[in-house]
């Protein structure tokens, strides 16, 4: 199927729903230049009624770029590369409900990931996604300047380390040792355009300030980035699948289904170093 036909509309608040794309072959026709440039744009494309394999998962991350096997959550079983994200009956915690983009802990934080329905449940399990080119737009001259000069902490150890709540569910708590500094405001490296880049699960403070400095100015940054209109709540169906560009993206999963199961499998594909945007 050649990308002529491939029909891309903008969702309200961030990303767009693609449909067209012959997402079961893009690893062996390489056809992704349009994915690649309309998640530079979107962050987050959306996609209905899909049945892809395992192999083909891989295959489609695999047109983007290597795969990054997450240290911390749990396989698929016979598919190394594939994270399990699955939530059963008797489990009260979910994986990925604080607001949050992936890998910011990693000195080359991970691209993005591409997330396939398996198992969803009758009502609930929704993720939201929010508009971090959007968050940063709609900041005032004054501040994006301030901004554009700072540098964050970001740590995987609270969230994965042993002691960390919700630390069953993952695996290798030993391995949460990485803590990575990042521009608070990065050009995107597909689009060039601004994103503000922290998030309330991984950023713990501003490099150089001290925590009860950095603290109010983060949470007031992290309530102004989920204002309605920066998000949309994508509801998963058999065959839906979400991929996201972890640079312009926050997500959320919401845990809201406390008798049924959810399933799904995420692979995540590496991404490049990042670098500041000035204002
Ligand atoms: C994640 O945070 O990667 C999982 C998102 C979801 O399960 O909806």
Redo the contacts with the bound molecule.
Sequence with gaps: MSHTEVVITPADGVGAYISGFDLANAGKTNNVSVLREALGEYGVLFFRDQDLTEEQHIGLAEAFGNININRFFPAVDGHPKIAA?RKEPSQST???SVW?T?HSYDEVPAMG?I?VSRITPQRG?D?VFSNMFLAYEHLSDGLKETLSQLNAVHSSRHVFGAMAEGAELFTNAEAATQDSVHPMVIAHPISGRKALYVNPQFTIGIKGWHSAESKPLLDMLYQHSIRPEFTHRFKWHQGSIAFWDNRATW?C?LNDYPTET?L?H?ITVEGEALHPAHA
Excluded: E
């Design positions: 994200v979910n994986i990925g949050h992936d990931s997330l399990g993720t997500h999963a959810r799904m995420r």
